[in-house]
């Protein structure tokens, strides 16, 4: 079992930078894949970008370069660094926990409960 709180969302110009955190609470989470997922209104969830336990990174090509996780493992914590904001990466941005490394929501069980980024133009 395994809760995620994500914080660091927020309204910012075109342009800008955003960092986003995730807590994690669970003592075994070395274990997991963490994941940053986004929600847009009326899309469907979209994979951001995974980070294994020991630093494998994986992307969503539009993203790769604009867009950098990281992982503590020693403070549970996961970030995602957004520089270069586009209107279009205004969505609802999730933390999830899982056992494998994908890019599909259904493979990861645990979710935060998603931080709203908007990005004006």
């Known amino acids: 079992q395994v809760q995620l709180v994500e914080s660091g969302g927020g309204l910012v110009q075109a342009g800008a930078s955003l960092r986003l955190s995730c807590a994690a609470s669970t003592r075994t989470f070395i274990a997991y894949i963490m994941a940053w997922f986004r929600q847009a209104p009326g899309k469907e969830r979209e994979f951001v970008a995974a980070i294994s336990r020991d630093g494998r990174i994986t992307y969503t090509n539009s993203m790769k370069g604009r867009f950098t996780i990281f992982r503590d493992n020693a403070k549970n914590t996961i970030d995602l660094q957004m520089n270069d904001l586009k209107p279009e990466d205004t969505a609802v941005y999730y933390c999830?926990?899982?056992?494998?490394?994908?890019?599909?929501?259904?493979?990861?069980?645990?979710w935060g409960q998603g931080t709203q980024v908007t990005v004006s133009s």
């Open positions: 999830a926990a899982g056992f494998i490394n994908s890019d599909s929501h259904k493979s990861y069980g645990y």
